[in-house]
């Protein structure tokens, strides 16, 4: 009955807005209208009155009216023409009169009136902060010189709530004001003042009901949805209004996932414990646990049911775990899990469809059929590359594996997304975003398939203008590194903005200097892709430094003690095809000078004299990491030893206690205890070892766990010539010296002062009769990051640490349970013009010389 009364009342309504313009239209026109005999006319003419906005032909073309045509006065029609205008919301006050009447009576003269809704000249905004004006401005959509009405008020009002409450304020009022602009004619300003109240977060989750699921599984299944229990220190624990209901649907897969197909959610509470806080309350039915009985398959003619059953990896009497059977079957798991789905997809089956039936249910058992629809396989029609503005499309397309003519494979795709991601000149976010990153357009008709990849370009060149800190003393660095660079563009005079840019290469120059002290300056150039045609990538550089003995700060100027480096190197990446198209096979040469005069320090074990590094170095690494920046999966390893010529075992001279040169036998008979430092190191001779493996996992929504195990070994060839003055190891601190350094390799360990792991041996050769003599190290690392900011203009993230590691002067010393212990916390900011900064606090726990806490700043590299 109430119903019925409701009905009547919205008809009558409706009656009324159809009747009362007609009315209007009759009662203040020049003729009078007869409502009780209608008649019919001809347009003689028709004009707007009232328009200020809007041209008087767009109006009428609205209200379809047209010189000559027929019209009954009153009628149904002009009820319409009304409502079209109201319709357009631009209007607040619309009516039609008949101003007059042909000399024959069978013509009359239209007027539409109209009344302009005010335009608003300004948007405000009260009770917000700056931050959020912009967030808001661009939700609302709102624009000067548009029009107001109740309409546009309420659903602005109720995108600001839903804004708010997306950040978890849940009691927001919005006040819409109005008033008259005093400049601008016939327009207003519209203010929203809104009150966003307490930020209303979630305190506690009481699960009811579930006796054989457990209360940290369940918290876990929520991912918006979380209670301040420590466990969930990294969440949010604001309420999202939008996001409960997929939680509450997650809760019921948690209770499906161990087996309670039947179980529901019989009912859910949310009320305040205190102001601010709110409580949740679920009470469930769990219902009986079932088993997997009978598995059958139809429909599969491509692989067979052992196959698929090797896939499925479910067996009878497993738990009838549907989720993990959807994720077996559909995808969704981790990344290098394999489903069915993936399979077919991977040989072109692009319209597969898998869907598993439920034939038969008895007590507890229940028998599955998969019943597959394999379709045809789909070949790669158009890939479409959106958004490089700046980078050549070339380079785009030889970094994806999905090529026109293929046939579609899910993995290569993926494997596209990954090496789009980690080429350096994209937003790695904005790639792997599945709602604008990529598109995958099929075509059933003709089994072809079109991929889009809308890339989005980032600042990748770096300009460093800096000073430091280091060696006792002020380091200024200017460097330029253009990692899009263009040699193919040298010669067009419209790329030198500033330089040529597009073909990913990568020009690199630096200068460093503290004046007297010391002097860097390097150089080095990188193309990926030689020839253009294979992953071959080669790569030049050429260094020189030069350190004295003046230090300004104490006013000493000195150039009689020195140490000099020239260095040149080159070398050639390949990408593998074995094991698999992740590993780069690497071999390079490099020939470095030292030139030492006067050089009394504990750096070398020699203090005068001149060095030849001439070395080859071979290198196999695996990286398959999802982007550069901040990984959150995949591993990077990499194994190389780098040789130099063993000069001593084709030694067939040596010298006697007056420093005469005389023959010998063999290598075996030298006695290199009469040879001066320029005489026993000229030549120097090493290989070194060296290994590494990082692994990232994700763990809860961003947050990673990095791991990572590092060793370095140099050995001799001739135990009588012994250890390279040059390559070894220098262990702890920051890994940074404050300037560029050659001839030792710095590893850092946070906290504990520089090199302060590294041990030091006795030297005949050194004034000081002791060197340091890191030949052996190896280091353990585990990190917690979690991003603050991901954002193509900037990346933050915070982290904390666990690191072991030490330094011997022996392989025979080594020794991998006697470990310096460290622990700390820090923050990362990669600027895209700057590259990354950041700073470390850690403490040493085996530290007791320098004392046990130290900080940390880092420049350009990670630990």
């Known amino acids: 009955m109430k119903n019925q009364l409701m009905r009547a009342i919205q008809y009558f309504c409706f009656l009324f807005l159809l009747i009362a313009p007609v009315s209007a239209f009759a009662q203040t026109g020049g003729v009078d209208v007869d409502y009780n005999n209608p008649k019919k006319y001809y347009v003689g003419g028709i004009q707007v009155k009232?328009?200020?906005?809007?041209?008087?032909?767009?109006?009428?073309?609205?209200?379809?009216?047209?010189?000559?045509?027929?019209?009954?006065?009153?009628?149904?029609?002009?009820?319409?023409?009304?409502?079209?205008?109201?319709?357009?919301?631009?209007?607040?006050?619309?009516?039609?009169?008949?101003?007059?009447?042909?000399?024959?009576k069978d013509s009359a003269f239209f007027t539409i009136h109209i009344a302009e809704r005010p335009r608003v000249s300004r948007w405000t905004?009260?009770?917000?902060?700056?931050?959020?004006?912009?967030?808001?401005?661009?939700?609302?959509?709102?624009?000067?010189?548009?029009?107001?009405?109740?309409?546009?008020?309420?659903?602005?009002?109720?995108?600001?709530?839903?804004?708010?409450?997306?950040?978890?304020?849940?009691?927001?009022?919005?006040?819409?004001?109005?008033?008259?602009?005093?400049?601008?004619?016939?327009?207003?300003?519209?203010?929203?003042?809104?009150?966003?109240?307490?930020?209303?977060?979630?305190?506690?989750?009481?699960?009811?009901?579930?006796?054989?699921?457990?209360?940290?599984?369940?918290?876990?299944?929520?991912?918006?949805t979380k209670s301040a229990k420590i466990y969930n220190f990294f969440s949010s624990k604001k309420f999202n209004e939008k996001e409960y209901p997929n939680d509450k649907k997650s809760l019921i897969s948690a209770f499906n996932e161990a087996g309670y197909r039947d179980a529901h959610l019989v009912k859910d509470s949310i009320y305040y414990v205190q102001p601010g806080r709110l409580g949740i309350d679920l009470k469930f039915n769990e219902g009986d646990k079932y088993y997997f009985r009978n598995i059958t398959w139809?429909?599969?003619?491509?692989?067979?049911?052992?196959?698929?059953?090797?896939?499925?990896?479910?067996?009878?009497?497993?738990?009838?775990?549907v989720v993990t059977m959807q994720k077996r079957l559909q995808g969704g798991g981790k990344q290098t899990d394999y489903d069915v789905s993936k399979m077919y997809r991977d040989n072109g089956y692009l319209f597969f469809n898998v869907t598993p039936v439920e034939l038969?249910?008895?007590?507890?058992?229940?028998?599955?059929?998969?019943?597959?629809?394999?379709?045809?396989?789909?070949?790669?029609?158009?890939?479409?590359?959106?958004?490089?503005?700046l980078t050549s499309e070339r380079v785009v397309r030889r970094q994806v594996f999905t090529r026109p003519g293929y046939l579609f494979s899910q993995s290569d795709f993926e494997r596209s997304i990954r090496e789009i991601s980690s080429l350096g000149q994209f937003d790695p976010e904005a790639i792997a975003d599945a709602s604008k990153g990529y598109s995958i357009i099929p075509n059933q008709l003709n089994n072809t398939v079109d991929i889009v990849y809308n890339v989005t370009e980032k600042p990748s060149s770096q300009i460093e203008l800096s000073g430091g800190w280091g060696g006792n003393t002020f380091v200024g660095t200017v460097g330029l590194a253009?990692?899009?660079?263009?040699?193919?563009?040298?010669?067009?005079?419209?790329?030198?903005?500033?330089?040529?840019?597009?073909?990913?290469?990568?020009?690199?120059?630096?200068?460093?200097?503290?004046?007297?002290?010391?002097?860097?300056?390097?150089?080095?150039?990188?193309?990926?892709?030689?020839?253009?045609?294979?992953?071959?990538?080669?790569?030049?550089?050429?260094?020189?430094?030069?350190?004295?003995?003046?230090?300004?700060?104490?006013?000493?100027?000195?150039?009689?003690?020195?140490?000099?480096?020239?260095?040149?190197?080159?070398?050639?990446?390949?990408?593998?095809?074995?094991?698999?198209?992740?590993?780069?096979?690497?071999?390079?040469?490099?020939?470095?000078?030292?030139?030492?005069?006067?050089?009394?320090?504990?750096?070398?074990?020699?203090?005068?004299?001149?060095s030849h590094n001439l070395s080859y170095t071979l290198s196999l690494s695996r990286t398959s990491t999802d982007q550069q920046i901040y990984p959150r999966q995949g591993s990077d390893i990499s194994l190389s030893v780098a040789l130099t010529p063993p000069y001593s075992l084709f030694r067939k001279h040596s010298y006697d206690a007056e420093g005469n040169r005389i023959s010998v036998g063999s290598y075996k008979d030298v006695d290199y205890d009469n040879w001066t430092s320029r005489q026993r190191f000229k030549w120097i001779e090493y290989h070194k070892w060296k290994f590494s493996a990082?692994?990232?996992?994700?763990?809860?929504?961003?947050?990673?766990?990095?791991?990572?195990?590092?060793?370095?070994?140099?050995?001799?060839?001739?135990?009588?010539?012994?250890?390279?003055?040059?390559?070894?190891?220098?262990?702890?601190?920051?890994?940074?010296?404050?300037?560029?350094?050659?001839?030792?390799?710095?590893?850092?360990?946070?906290?504990?002062?520089?090199?302060?792991?590294?041990?030091?041996?006795?030297?005949a050769y050194s004034s000081s009769s002791s060197a340091y003599a890191g030949n052996v190290y190896d280091k353990f690392t585990v990190e917690l990051r979690y991003p603050v900011i991901l954002q193509p203009q900037s990346t933050i993230f915070v982290l904390a640490f666990l690191e072991g590691g030490n330094c011997w002067s022996a392989i025979?010393?080594?020794?991998?349970?006697?470990?310096?212990?460290?622990?700390?916390?820090?923050?990362?900011?990669?600027?895209?013009?700057?590259?990354?900064?950041?700073?470390?606090?850690?403490?040493?726990?085996?530290?007791s010389t320098y004392g046990k806490s130290q900080f940390h700043f880092v420049i350009g590299q990670q630990f």
């Open 50 to 104: 009232g328009n200020h906005y809007f041209g008087s032909q767009q109006i009428i073309q609205i209200t379809g009216l047209q010189k000559g045509m027929e019209v009954t006065v009153p009628s149904d029609d002009f009820s319409s023409i009304v409502n079209r205008l109201w319709m357009q919301r631009y209007f607040q006050d619309v009516s039609v009169t008949i101003d007059s009447l042909s000399a024959s």
């Open 298 to 321: 139809t429909g599969n003619s491509v692989y067979s049911t052992d196959v698929l059953n090797s896939i499925l990896q479910i067996h009878k009497g497993d738990v009838y775990d």
């Open 360 to 389: 038969n249910i008895q007590n507890d058992s229940v028998d599955v059929e998969m019943r597959i629809s394999e379709g045809k396989q789909a070949t790669l029609n158009n890939i479409i590359i959106n958004g490089n503005d």
């Open 482 to 610: 253009f990692n899009n660079f263009s040699t193919k563009r040298l010669f067009d005079k419209s790329a030198w903005r500033p330089v040529p840019l597009g073909d990913a290469q990568n020009l690199s120059i630096r200068f460093q200097t503290s004046g007297t002290y010391y002097t860097s300056l390097s150089a080095s150039f990188t193309e990926p892709w030689l020839f253009g045609k294979k992953p071959t990538s080669l790569s030049v550089s050429l260094y020189y430094t030069r350190q004295t003995d003046s230090y300004l700060v104490y006013n000493i100027k000195s150039h009689d003690k020195m140490f000099d480096v020239y260095g040149i190197s080159a070398g050639i990446g390949n990408r593998l095809k074995w094991p698999d198209n992740y590993f780069v096979l690497y071999n390079g040469i490099s020939w470095q000078i030292y030139k030492l005069t006067n050089w009394y320090s504990n750096y070398f074990i020699f203090d005068d004299g001149i």
């Open 125 to 224: 905004f009260t009770g917000v902060r700056n931050g959020e004006k912009k967030d808001l401005q661009e939700r609302l959509n709102l624009r000067r010189g548009g029009e107001f009405s109740d309409y546009v008020s309420k659903t602005s009002t109720d995108l600001i709530k839903r804004f708010y409450s997306e950040k978890g304020f849940m009691k927001v009022k919005v006040d819409v004001t109005t008033s008259k602009d005093s400049i601008i004619r016939n327009a207003i300003i519209v203010n929203f003042g809104v009150d966003r109240g307490q930020r209303v977060r979630i305190k506690t989750i009481n699960f009811i009901g579930n006796d054989h699921v457990s209360d940290f599984k369940l918290a876990k299944s929520m991912k918006k």
């Open 694 to 763: 990082a692994n990232y996992s994700k763990l809860v929504g961003d947050l990673v766990l990095m791991t990572r195990a590092q060793f370095g070994y140099l050995g001799y060839y001739n135990k009588k010539w012994g250890y390279s003055p040059f390559e070894g190891f220098l262990l702890g601190g920051d890994g940074m010296s404050g300037y560029n350094t050659y001839g030792s390799e710095v590893v850092s360990m946070r906290g504990y002062e520089n090199y302060s792991l590294t041990p030091m041996v006795y030297t």
């Open 812 to 847: 025979n010393k080594f020794n991998p349970f006697q470990i310096k212990r460290s622990a700390g916390v820090g923050v990362r900011v990669y600027l895209p013009v700057v590259g990354l900064l950041g700073v470390d606090w850690g403490y040493g726990f085996d530290d």
